[in-house]
């Protein structure tokens, strides 16, 4: 079966940085449709972080990440990153990273990806940790 499998998180001050990484295995194809980085706070729904489409480039960042949160890439190392700076406590979580064979009736862009909050693989997630 294909996995996810996230790391990088970490516990961190207020203003700092991490980097996500997520490595995909188990398949034999090394392109998807959509890939994205969701997160679930304590005692809160998870919810889309960034998503991207690998085919236009069609990129989406929610509004609390956006200027601050980075998603990329890269199809020959079969990883997907999220680069995060000015860390605040309200990031968090534990995130998520996942991807999408192809696009559907429901999904039809990186903003849907992330709004509907759906996706074919899920990794196990990482921790994130933002304190003074």
């Known amino acids: 079966q294909v996995q996810l499998v996230e790391s990088g998180g970490g516990s961190v001050q207020p203003g700092e940085s991490l980097r996500l990484s997520c490595v995909v295995s188990?398949?034999?194809?090394?392109?998807?449709?959509?890939i994205g980085w969701f997160r679930q706070a304590p005692g809160k729904e998870r919810e889309g972080v960034s998503c991207t489409t690998t085919t236009d480039g069609d990129t989406y960042y929610a509004d609390a990440v956006r200027g601050r949160f980075s998603i990329s890439g890269d199809t020959a190392k079969r990883m997907v990153y999220l680069q995060m700076i000015s860390l605040k406590p309200e990031d968090t979580a534990l995130y998520y990273c996942?991807?999408?064979?192809?696009?559907?009736?429901?999904?039809?862009?990186?903003?849907?990806?992330?709004?509907?909050?759906?996706?074919?693989?899920w990794g196990q997630g990482t921790q994130v940790t933002v304190s003074s």
């Open positions: 996942a991807a999408l064979d192809w696009r559907s009736e429901d999904i039809n862009s990186a903003r849907e990806m992330c709004a509907l909050n759906e996706a074919d693989y």
């Open positions: 188990g398949s034999t194809s090394d392109r998807y449709w959509a």
